[in-house]
């Protein structure tokens, strides 16, 4: 994964990854999309920034409990709340 920082391990700290990603806040190009994934080689769980060729542009760990109760954030967004 091309990012190796703290491992996100609450929703507060995934919304603020999530608004970060919404408002360019990581400078990243192209961004599409935004999805959770499982590595395939050791199971752990990641939050995922992909462009438009399914490339993946930036990732953070998360652990489980932020995997399963996380789902609905990354797939709706979190937007800015007024």
Known sequence: MSEEQSIIDNLADLESFLLNVESGGFGLKGVAGVGMATN????????????????????????ENVFQTGQDMVRNGVGRKH
């Open 40 to 63: 395939n080689k050791d199971g752990s769980r990641f939050v995922a920034v992909f462009d438009d060729n399914q490339k993946l542009l930036l990732a953070r760990m998360i652990t």
